[in-house]
């Protein structure tokens, strides 16, 4: 082991933030149609 | 052979059982592009060569297969690494790329950065942001100073390069000679799937305790099916007997980032939530409306998924149709 801190690479960190708490999106109660708005949802942004 | 660009960004592209390069290479040419010139290693034949060109390698070096696992290809990275001295090393954060990421930042004293989300660059050099802690802190770092190896998560990086020409050359490579684990024989598994896995899976659909049997479990996979996703599980469904332990998505089991997170009958607990959350889009279906799950899904059912979910899946396949 060398004691010069310049001979070997080291890995510094250079920032860190904490990731903003996902916001909570559309929640809706399941009136018999849930499962078209879902596939709505999917299809409206291009998942299905 | 002509001299590399000073930007270069070294990448070495798995190769897939079926000799083809494996599902990560787009994304790990994409995120070279996005710092640098790409150029790619493959281990293999000028086949694969064209293979990364047209993913966006601007140089492709082509290594021949050695014997043994894992140090054949340190060979050929490091060979690769003296030769075009790259400012960073991309690897798949797969068991195969991890395996070659670590020896040969071992061997070169570059530094190890593991499982990075991303890559950029400032004026100093490459840096690589982590996702930690669950996906609850972002982490940029960089190195004092030389080459880096990092390895990408898969499904991680959504940027790809534009195709370039074929510019192709054979890498000759010393053998180093250590030991090598070798493959003495191959049984290949009986496919009874034909499943995204869930690593690395564009879209994965996972169950929880909600669906309250192994039989009923079958709902998950209808829905996967019809999305053609990966299927997941929560660790209480695990627990709970429905699925294999391999299923299990969450801190203790596989972190995936998919471009859509479907959890049916999951509460979301912490656990389950770090290993889920980086995905780009969730959806959740759940009779409990003060599910955690809810506080992070872009889409929320608050309904009984053995309602919800046929209708959702036979609204999916009259839209295929």
């Known amino acids: 082991m060398t004691a010069d801190a310049t001979a070997t690479a080291r890995s510094i960190m250079i920032a860190v933030a904490e990731k903003p708490p996902r916001a909570a999106g559309v929640k809706i109660v399941d009136e018999g149609d849930a499962g078209e708005k879902l596939a709505e949802f999917l299809v409206q942004n291009r998942l299905a | 052979m002509a001299d590399y660009a000073a930007d270069s960004v070294l990448v070495l592209l798995d190769t897939a059982v079926s000799g083809e390069l494996a599902k990560s290479s787009a994304a790990l040419l994409g995120a070279a592009a996005g710092i640098g010139t790409p150029v790619a290693v493959v281990i293999g034949d000028s086949a694969l060569a064209e293979a990364a060109a047209e993913l966006g390698a601007a140089r492709v070096l082509v290594a021949a297969p050695g014997d043994g696992l894992t140090v054949p290809v340190v060979d050929a990275l490091e060979a690769a690494a003296a030769l075009v001295r790259p400012d960073a090393v991309l ?53 004092t100073f030389g080459p880096l190896v990092v390895t990408v998560r898969q499904g991680a990086v959504d940027a790809r390069a534009q195709a370039q ?122 009779k409990d409306a003060d599910a955690p799950i809810f506080e992070i899904a872009d889409f929320g059912v608050v309904g009984d998924l053995f309602q919800v979910v046929p209708q959702l899946v036979a609204a999916l396949q009259a839209r295929k149709q």
């Open chain 2, 91 to 143: 690897v798949s954060h797969s068991v195969d790329g991890r395996d070659v990421a670590g020896r040969s930042a071992g061997r070169t004293k570059a530094r190890l950065w593991v499982d990075a989300v991303g890559v950029s660059r400032d004026d100093e050099g490459v840096v690589a942001h982590h996702s930690v802690y669950g996906g609850a802190f972002t982490v940029d770092s960089a190195a």
């Open chain 2, 165 to 286: 020409p074929v510019v192709a050359d054979d890498l000759a490579v010393t053998a180093s000679g250590r030991r090598a684990a070798v493959v003495e024989s191959v049984t290949q598994a009986e496919v009874t799937s034909s499943r995204p896995e869930l690593r690395g899976a564009a879209k994965v659909v996972s169950g929880g305790r909600g669906l309250g049997s192994a039989d009923r479990f079958a709902l998950v996979e209808e829905l996967a099916d019809v999305l053609g996703a990966a299927v997941g599980a929560s660790r209480a469904a695990v627990d709970a007997g429905f699925v294999p332990s391999s299923f299990q998505v969450g801190q203790t089991g596989v972190s995936v980032s998919p471009q859509l997170y479907v959890a049916l009958g999951i509460s979301g607990a912490i656990q389950h939530k770090a290993g889920m959350q980086t995905a780009k889009t969730i959806v959740a279906i759940n």
